[in-house]
């Protein structure tokens, strides 16, 4: 008796589990968002952590200062700021400029410690996600691009 049992019940299970995948299958349509990836584009959220940016405007000028607050911010150590001390030419006195904001998108948890303690909102969250690489040290960037300055407006 118990064999038949057992057989009602597997044979109720399945019919229940096929009952719930029809249901999804002929209702939800619209609602999957799997594609077929890499051929099909896949729909990124505003809100998406992909990696740390620094924006450039169309005359190459950032609103990174070297104040790093930001490398004080990062629990990891994940950002590196180099900076110089240049004399300003209008003012005469010596300014802290910098030469280059690293980060190790390897290293970084997506915290956003660095993006809050950045007074200029010079750093931003980027949606680029395809960061596989064969060679680690290709996610270390340099996210001010050469030849570029602070935007003369961006008070330090
Ligand atoms: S998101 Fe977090 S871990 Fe990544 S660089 Fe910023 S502070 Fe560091
Ligand atoms: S990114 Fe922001 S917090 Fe970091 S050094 Fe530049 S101005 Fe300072």
């Given at each position: 008796?118990?064999?038949?049992?057992?057989?009602?019940?597997?044979?109720?299970?399945?019919?229940?589990?096929?009952?719930?995948?029809?249901?999804?299958?002929?209702?939800?349509?619209?609602?999957?968002?799997?594609?077929?990836?890499?051929?099909?584009?896949?729909?990124?959220?505003?809100?998406?952590?992909?990696?740390?940016?620094?924006?450039?405007?169309?005359?190459?000028?950032?609103?990174?200062?070297?104040?790093?607050?930001?490398?004080?911010?990062?629990?990891?150590?994940?950002?590196?700021?180099?900076?110089?001390?240049?004399?300003?030419?209008?003012?005469?006195?010596?300014?802290?400029?910098?030469?280059k904001h690293?980060?190790?998108?390897?290293?970084?948890?997506?915290?956003?410690?660095?993006?809050?303690a950045c007074?200029?909102?010079?750093?931003?969250?980027?949606?680029?996600?395809?960061?596989?690489?064969?060679?680690?040290?290709?996610?270390?960037?340099?996210?001010?691009?050469?030849?570029?300055?602070?935007r003369a407006?961006?008070?330090?």
């Open positions: 008796m118990k064999y038949f049992l057992d057989i009602y019940k597997g044979v109720k299970t399945l019919i229940n589990g096929f009952r719930v995948t029809h249901k999804y299958f002929i209702n939800a349509r619209k609602e999957i968002i799997t594609v077929q990836y890499p051929e099909e584009k896949v729909q990124i959220f505003d809100r998406f952590k992909g990696e740390v940016i620094m924006p450039h405007d169309e005359k190459n000028e950032h609103a990174c200062t070297g104040c790093q607050a930001c490398e004080i911010a990062c629990p990891n150590g994940t950002i590196e700021i180099i900076w110089n001390r240049i004399v300003d030419a209008e003012t005469g006195k010596k300014k802290k400029v910098i030469d690293i980060y190790h998108l390897s290293m970084c948890t997506m915290c956003s410690q660095c993006i809050e007074p200029t909102d010079a750093i931003v969250w980027g949606q680029g996600f395809e960061h596989s690489v064969t060679d680690r040290s290709e996610l270390t960037k340099v996210l001010n691009k050469p030849g570029s300055k602070v407006s961006v008070k330090e």
